[in-house]
Each structure stands twice: as C-alpha cells, then as structure tokens.
C-alpha cells in the first residue's frame, strides 16, 4: 500500500515517466573462478546436543584495495577497471561452477534505451515489444520481483536507466551490481559467497528486492538471487531443539508472503505463520532479519519471535545449521539482528498457528469529508488526534491496523484496515465504538464499515492492497510506545503535521502501523530491540524524490528527512525505538535506536561470523567503519 500512495503522490507533480523496461538475456560472455575446495566443518553430530562450528577459517580472504578520498584513508573492495578485478577467465569459471547461472546485469529499463553504456562496453538493448511489456509491468511488483536483481523501490539506484519513450536516451548502470547469480542450489550460493570472499568483491544478497534503504543493490557488486528457493515442507509436531511441539513449516528463502499464507490456507485445517503485510515480501529474507511485523504481531510477536531454525551459509563458505542447540549465538542473531550480516539464509523453519474468523474494519476521513479550508484541515487534525488517542487502546485488546496519511492533495487518513483476528465483526466493533462515538461527538465526519471474514486468510487477500514497484523515495521512521500516547498525544500529533507537510517544496507520506508485540509476547524471543514489547504505533516518513534529481537536491532531502521529519517524531517520544528496514539509515546513534541494549552483543557476533566483512548492509552490526565514498559507489572501510 505504500508503494501505492507514493504513485498517486508522484502523479501529483509528474515525478513518474509512464515507459519502463525489461532485462535482457542476451548477455556477453562470462567466465569463473575456482572456488576451491573449501573445509566444510560439521554443523551437527549424531545424538548431540550441540552442533556448533568451533573453527571459521579467514585464510583465502583477499586484502582491500589502498584508497584516498577527501584526505582520508580507506581500504575498498575491487571495481571493475581496476587491477585486481577479476579476470575473464575467472569470471567464466564461476559461471561453470554455478551451472550457467551468472550473468552481466542489466538494468531492467535498458529495453527502452537503444544501448546500455556498461562497465565492459555498450550493449545494443532496444526491443520494442519488450519495452511495451516492461511499460505496462513497471509498476508490477511481483514482475520487478521476478527480474535478477532490481529493485523496488528505485531510488538506491541513482535512476540512470529508468524506462523513457525516447530511445535515444542514455542508459546506464548506475548503482547496480555489475553480474548476478540467479541461484537454485546452495552450491551456487557457496560459489558466488566463496568468489567475492576471494577476489574481495562486494556482495548483494537479493531476494525479492523489498528494499527501502538500499540494502538490495550496491555499485559494482556481485548479486546472488535467491528468490528460486521456493520450497515449503509442513510439520505437524515440531520435534527438533527446545520445548515447542506444535506446527510449524520449513520455507526456502525465496517464499513470500501472501504465497505461504495461500499454501497454508489449503491444509485441513487451515493454518497462518507471522507474515508482513505486504503480500510480496520474501519472509526468509531481509525480512525475518530485521524482525519481521505484520497483522499477526500483536498476537505472536515479531516473525523472527517465532522461528525455530535456520539452514545457512556462512561468509566463510561452511553449510550450517542455527538453532536453540546449535550456533546459538547465530540463531540469535539472524532473529531480528540486522540483514545481510551473519549469514545467508537457505531456509528457515518457523512456528504455524491455526487460522481462526477474523473481522476487518476501513476507516476514512478526508476532504470529502471536511472539504479544503482551514477549518476542514483543523476537522481533519481533529480526527487525527482523536484516533491516535485510542491507539493504545486499539493494540491493548489484540488488535492491528494500516494507516496511510498525507496532505499534499487534501487531508487525508485511511486506515485500511484495522485487524480483529479471532473476533466477530460485533467484537471488533465494540473495540472500536468508544473512538467513534468520540469522533461523533466532535462533529467529525468519516466513513466507516466494518466485515467479518470466514479466516485470516480471506481477510488479508480482501483487504490488504498490493504495492506498486518503481517509485523514488527516501524513508525514515520511528516508534511510538504507550507511554508516549498515554502521556504526549498532542505532542505526537503536532510532529506529525511537520513530518506529513515538511516544506513547502517537499512531498510526504507517513505510513502507520499500530501493534504490539508485547501484548502477545511480553518477553522477546529475538534481538530485536527490547522497546518493542510495549510499542504501540510504527511510522514510516517517505519524502518523494524526483527521478531527475540532482546529488545535491537528494542531500537536501535526506537532511529533511532527518533533521525536520524524523527529528520530530524523535522529540515527541521517549521509546528510543524505530524499524531496521523502514528507518533513515544516516540518522545518529542508529545501533542503539534499532536494537537498544542487544547491539553490543549483535556487533560481538557479528564480529564472529564475518570479520573480514563478506557481508555489508548499510547501518547494521558491526559496519560503523565502512562508508560508501565517490558518490555513492565504492564500499571501503577507513583505516
């Protein structure tokens, strides 16, 4: 839904170009390197209680590459041109070794373009019928999904080859990585980890390319796909480490949710896991490693809270397994610790619960309601604080709910919907009739209906909207706990009127969340961050960005997502909390304001299993000093 809003916002001002593009296959020649025999340790012993890698071995990782920026002193990974970058031989090898599966990336909007101008040359790319395919597609998420490595959210890859209907416009790479890996096997996993380990080459994990913070896609890179791993093995009675013994399913990495959930509501009986509730989302993924929240956190917790092992590969190439017994410190934390960290996740096995009837309600408030004027917009502001009023007490009686608010065409609140999961439309509604027999007596107009729903299932696929793929954005966010609502709603709200209208100049959307994982979960079972379990609203803030803008018009914007719209959010609240994957990635103190007092620990492990920093994401355990210098290319660590 998000995606969504921000195409009716770039509309607004015609941010949008209506062409797009498709990835070519007619790739130039690629070529491999050895992977060599590399020691695999055992992850399990017959009979024992732990399993755990006790050796992780460093001795075939290639040094950084010397470098000077801005007068200081960096160690970078090895690009294309340089010296150390791999040669042709070494490229077709990895191609071998992964079975024909490694290919030169090109952008998915290069079909529209007559050349792509890339790092080894220019590509003849135009094909009309695929650019009218790609143009109808661009905003399709789950086509952008299927491509090798895009990204949803477009922005990260600084828009040099977006789709055009003038061909004769240049297309170029921008800040995608430079070959892809479409894995179907965890060998091929190995090789492209053991490759870039090697030859020191950045590395992107890609599953689906649901990525706000550019996590996704990186200069340069070397890019594993692992949105094939699509497989999914139900468990009556879990039987492995640890005391549960209830349900749970084995997922590849690539599942996503609406399709678990689709497979799930197929057994007899039907049963749900804890999904996102954006339907395309990979669940194994970025997604379980930054905590995972969606409709059914309120009841069960965070995605991560419920899972019960993980099948990986490490940045040193061994095949592992992390559980309760097992690597438990890994297990840990891959729960909630930060993506693209410890680990790349082949498959995860976590907890099922029975599907039950659900009731949903749509809650609407706007200018059809208050009209345009100043008194419509202090109506509307009104029913804003009136509604985020009941917040706390909307998360206190198991309930979720979706919002999406934003003044740049008129005020304008939708909650769609809000979640009674295991309640009758009659229950949900006596939730919720204090709040509207408040907005009732405040003379506040709204339209309201409400439904009740056989499962969760047939809720979710009635009431939650697919996302619309690529827009240019920047997001940021914070968390609003009890004690802020019990005690600072007006404070909230004022801060929202400047996160939602910034600058005059600047278009916002705020995307809320009320949840708690606390209420169903009272102590974590993961790394997130301990404030969590009394949380009762997540915001995420999206200033648009023009896909023409200049570097130093996207500064200017981050600075006003940080610094006007986030800061304020900050200054109304007191949870010291916001979302790893939905959150300004530049902020200060962001360790301590994503996982509070389990950061130590997390930079300890992390310290463990990747020292040598295999794996980078941007704002995560342990990266403090890695930067991406020259304008947002090459990843290097200061010295």
Known sequence: MLSRVLLQAAAVVGLLQTASGLILRDDPVLEEVDSGDYEV????????????????????VKALVPTTWNGKKYGCKCYPGESCWPNASKWSQLNSTVGGRLSVHIPPGAVCHNTFQGPFGTVNTYNEAKCAEATAQWGNETWTVEQPAASLWTYWTNETCRPTEDRTQPCTLGYYGVYVIKATTREHIKAGIDFARKNNIRLIVRNTGHDFEGRSTGFGALVINTHSFQSVEWINNYSGPGSYNLGAVKIGAGVQGRSILTQGHARNPPVVMVTGECPTVGVAGGFIQGGGHGPW??????????VLSFDVVTASGVFTTANAHTNPDLFHALKGGGPASYAVILSMTVKTFPDVVSSGAELYLNTTHVGWGPDGVDTYWQGVT?????????????????????TFAGPMLRVRPFVGIGKTAAQLDAV????????????IPYDFSI????????????????ETSG???????????????????????????????????????????????????????????PAWRNATNFIITTPIVPVDASLAYKADLQNVLTNTMDEALRQASTSGCTYVNEADPYQANWGDRFWGAEYPGLKTVRKKWDPKGVFYAIATPGTEDWEVIEYGTRLCKAV
């Open 386 to 406: 009136t509604f985020h009023k009941w917040s706390n007490h909307i998360v206190d009686s198991g309930l979720y709910a979706y919002f999406e608010m934003y």
């Open 432 to 443: 919720l009739r204090p709040m509207l027999d408040e907005m009732d007596a405040l003379n």
């Open 451 to 466: 439904k009740q729903f056989p499962t969760f299932y047939d809720l979710y696929i009635d009431l939650f909207e697919d």
């Open 471 to 529: 827009q240019s954005a920047l997001a940021g966010g914070w968390m609003f706990d009890h004690t802020d609502v019990a005690e600072r709603n007006d404070a909230i709200i004022d801060a929202l009127k400047i996160a939602v209208a910034p600058r005059p100049d600047v278009l916002a959307l705020l995307i809320g969340h009320l949840f708690n994982p606390g209420y169903g979960m009272p102590v974590s079972n993961s790394a997130t961050h």
């Open 297 to 306: 956190t309120t009841l069960k917790g965070f995605s991560a809270d419920n």
């Open 41 to 60: 340790i055992e992850s399990s012993r017959p009979g024992g209680s732990s399993g755990s890698l006790t050796k992780l071995d460093w001795k075939d």
